[in-house]
């Protein structure tokens, strides 16, 4: 079977004054749904958290730098994270993946109920001893607001953000996306205004893919009236890197005592005589024997 990307399209107004991406991420909010079994509403929320860090993750610098968004909220999802690349590839999790609760009065998912208050961080590794580390307090748990206040605070960057889930019957993904657009140094007034103008056409935005939309249709809305240069499209996917060579490290950094002591307690309560370790991001398993563990401290 063909594997399915989701696309970022990257573009720039043509007087310098801001530039813009789109994402549709449907792809990856369904890969998400099938490693974490989420229900509607939590599907919603770590559905925004990747896409917003799908594109963060287009913004570093260097090929090996990666980027972590994080929201820790009060409410009954608990923390929803997600980690990006470069090159836009994502996985994420969240800690209650049946956060699920009534919907709004509007009929829109309560994204912001299942959050509660709380911080969004950004931790960026970009090659330095200590990863740059920005956090603000959530405005509003809705994310797209979010995300547009941790750019204006941390990295003074004016930002127009908007993301956007939409679930089926069926709990599938029918359509997820985002828009980011951000004003670079010395923008022209009358183009700022014209954005501001656009914005209330991008609400709704995972609808606009629903029916159809291409990445630069939505780009078209974002910059009506305004010249641009597209830049390019790339191809983005739910990418967890997983492997065992890792969650060896992970065994190694608990101690030789350690590692020994669960092996004795498994015994003591008459359990599978391995150590298993799950990743949280794909869910895959991995088991480690006695003497896979004997191995490892040789």
Known sequence: MEKKYSKILRAMTRDGSARAYVINST???N???KYHKTAPTATALLGRVLTAASIMGTMLPEKENKLTLTIRG???AGTTLAS???YGNVKGYITNPVADIPLKPNGKLDVSGIVGGGLLSVSKDVGGEVPYNGSIELVSGEIAEDIAQYFAVSEQTPTLCALGVLVDTDYTCKAAGGVFVQLLPFPDDDII???EQNAKMLTNVSAKFAEGLSNEDVLKIALNGIEYD????IEVEYKCDCSR???EKVIISLGKSEAEKIFEEKIENGEDDKIILECHFCDKKYAFS???VEKLFE
């Open 27 to 29: 792809e990856i909010v």
């Open 31 to 33: 890969q998400a749904i």
């Open 74 to 76: 009060s409410g009954i």
């Open 84 to 86: 990006a690349d470069y």
């Open 193 to 195: 205004e014209k954005l």
């Open 230 to 233: 597209l830049f390019d499209e």
């Open 245 to 247: 060579e890792r969650t």
């Open 290 to 292: 006695k003497e896979d």
